[in-house]
């Protein structure tokens, strides 16, 4: 006679079971990282506003000037990397669920990642060729 365990549907592979991952075979790798870029963003973004709000009707000089600064290039420098690696996770969220079938959702996948990388580069380019 069989026990109620037995007859209990398993939705994860015994490969699965062992290795401790989940059904999308990722763990929580990804939510973690979605979670410890948000906790980088939130002071890199009051910095960056109060920044941008004490620069509010400067001139182009002054502007300028401000983004030189070591200290706050490097703060701008990580808040380019980090929002762009944030915007491209959550973006990548959106797309595997609500895009079918899996080979569309792959093209957007690299799609956007390439268009936020190259976003990126741009402007941490900027930002260095004003600083160095």
Known sequence: MKTQEQYVTRLQSPLGRVRGLGS???GTHHWWMQRVSSLALLP???WFTYGVATLAGAP???VISW???PFHAVLLLLF???GFQHTASGLQVVIEDYVRPESK???YNLLQKAVCTVLALYAALAV???AV
Do not use: D, V
Request: hydrophobic residues 50%; without cysteine.
């Open 24 to 26: 999308a075979k990722g």
């Open 44 to 46: 890199l973004t009051l």
């Open 60 to 62: 182009y000089e002054r």
């Open 67 to 69: 983004i030189a600064q």
């Open 80 to 82: 380019i990397g980090i």
């Open 105 to 107: 959702r792959k093209a």
């Open 128 to 130: 260095l060729r004003i």
